[in-house]
């Protein structure tokens, strides 16, 4: 990992995300040390990730209103249709503004923010989906010295994305799911 203290995850999915996300949010424990925000590309209508991701997971998961606070041991859920930002005092924004890649909420918003903010101590994963939203947020990572971790395009439900963010960023780490849960759980543990 490049970044020197951890202090965020940042993770993008699209189609596939549920699969994915069901596979890695379990495995993180009650007082796990990082917030994770996560963008899911759903459309504009209520979601039912927060009562699916909460059934399943020891630590909190929610959608965040505008302004509140980032805290550890929380899955943020970007609500469908506002885009999830992070603001420099590490508090969550939420926008209406354009869709990005025919997405709101957009990966490549919220990982652009969050790598202003967090800088190095940032980690980016981008899991399966079928566009390339989070190939530019996850470049924005990297520059700002963070780490990016990508589901293997081989084994994901859909490739583009994985593969997209590969292709701006050759060094990030092509894991698997299993892998992608062993790297964050670290993080908890370093």
Do not use: W
Request: net charge negative; with cysteine; proline share 9%.
């Amino acid at each position: 990992m490049s970044g020197a203290s951890p202090q965020a995850v940042v993770i993008g999915a699209s189609a596939g995300a549920v699969q994915a996300l069901s596979h890695i949010l379990p495995r993180l424990p009650a007082d796990y040390p990082l917030p994770l925000l996560i963008v899911v590309h759903v459309p504009d209508a209520p979601s039912g990730l927060r009562p699916l991701f909460a059934a399943k997971s020891a630590i909190a998961v929610r959608e965040p209103e505008d302004k509140e606070p980032i805290a550890p041991a929380t899955a943020y859920l970007a609500p469908p249709g506002y885009h999830l930002l992070v603001e420099r005092d590490r508090s969550i924004a939420l926008s209406a503004d354009e869709p990005v890649l025919f997405s709101r909420p957009s990966i490549d918003v919220l990982f652009e923010s969050a790598a202003d903010s967090y800088g190095a101590d940032l980690v980016g994963v981008v899991l399966t989906g079928a566009n390339e939203d989070g190939a530019r947020g996850a470049a924005a990572v990297v520059a700002a010295g963070g780490t990016v971790l990508v589901e293997e395009p081989a084994t994901a439900y859909a490739a583009a994305m994985p593969a997209a963010a590969l292709a701006r960023c050759p060094a990030a780490a092509a894991l698997s799911l299993d892998a992608i849960a062993d790297r964050l759980l670290k993080l908890g543990t370093s």
